[in-house]
């Protein structure tokens, strides 16, 4: 969302531009890529193989900035997410599940076993 189209329009302009700046840094501040960007620790950059485990309603976003930040070095991921955000992440390396909320269903049950094999999976330092 840009943060202009989320101000009134009529507003004097530097009223105008303190919301736009608000507004600006509150969309910036829930973006969960960026997040990842701004944790992202220094390790990940020098190693050699990493799998991805994501789970929760910003998974899919956070998730996909880990995959552009890891590149060649991403072995495998899953991401476990609401079901509106399935598709939403395209690189083979990685499959999302959709999970239902509150109560867990059936798939629920195969996302997270798909995600303990994921994780039991991996070589020490992986």
């Known amino acids: 969302m840009n943060a202009d189209a989320a101000i009134p329009p009529g507003l004097p302009e530097d009223v105008r531009g303190l919301a736009s700046a608000l507004v600006g840094g509150v969309l910036s501040a829930c973006d969960a890529g960026a997040a990842v960007g701004r944790v992202w620790p220094a390790e990940l950059d020098n ?15 956070m998730a ?4 552009r ?9 899953v ?4 079901p509106e955000w399935v598709g939403r992440l395209n690189d083979p ?14 798939r629920n049950v195969d996302a997270a076993r798909a995600l303990e094999a994921c994780a039991t999976g991996a070589d020490p330092g992986q």
Request: hydrophobic share 50%.
């Open 69 to 77: 930040r890891l590149g060649a070095r991403l072995d495998e991921g």
């Open 79 to 82: 991401v476990i997410a609401p």
């Open 93 to 106: 390396r990685v499959v999302v599940y959709a999970a239902d909320h509150p109560l867990p269903t059936a």
């Open 64 to 67: 996909a900035e880990a995959v």
């Open 47 to 61: 190693a050699d193989s990493v799998r991805l485990l994501a789970f929760g309603k910003a998974s899919v976003p």
